[in-house]
């Protein structure tokens, strides 16, 4: 339903998995713009990755300061990728389609800073493998809907999630939860009056009742009406992990 309603969403590797690695480092506490743009300075600077593995955590800082937290994320893309050349020789983890999904998330998880959301995208979005990789949006939203529970950890929920979606709508479903969390299940004033799943969401009276409270009667007071299609200003789907053109 949400699919629908948000997307399609164009499912297709961007980004090789050392590639889609960085830039998950470089997307985290970060916005979808500055970190692709981040990314694009970093790959104009150093030319290819095996140049950055090489280079000095200063030049690295410097190339990606546009993007925000440079000073902790440049030692950090340092540290990763020789780490990567020290246990496989390369940057080229192809290799990880050939394992399993656990092993291959097993194998991403011993780097540096990679926990299981990072190991999730890198192998859903670049190596189309059904990792579910939970973000601070997907697990508001699964939590609203009681898709899981209200003391689930977030390292948790990713295991719940990925047994519950089917493998072949792992992408879809990131992607629609995702534009869902953005655009209508906002952590602050969820819109459950624009809602498209408000009729099965558990949480729908809890949550239009705390809404109406903080809004104090200052504006027109939500009827009871779901379901209607969404009004609010659609800027069309939102598709995290794009890399600048
Ligand atoms: S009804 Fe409200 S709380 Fe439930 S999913 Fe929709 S926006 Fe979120």
New binding site residues.
Partial sequence: MMTKQYGPFKEEPRLDPAHELVFTILSQHTSDINSARAFGYLMDQFGSLEAVAQGGVAEIEAAISPGGLAKVKAPRIKLVLSRILELNGSLNLSFLQEMPLKEAKAWLRQLPGIGPKSAGIILNFSLGMPAMAIDTHIF??CQ??RFIGPKVSLNKAHEIMEAKVPPEDVFQFHVAIIN??RK???AQR???G?????EE????T???KATEFKKSGKTARLKNG?NKPLTTKDSGPIMPHVPAE
């Fill in positions: 508001r939203v609203r809907l869902h969390g209508v299940c906002k969820p819109l459950c624009e809602c498209i799943v408000a969401c558990p949480s729908r809890k949550m239009m779901v």
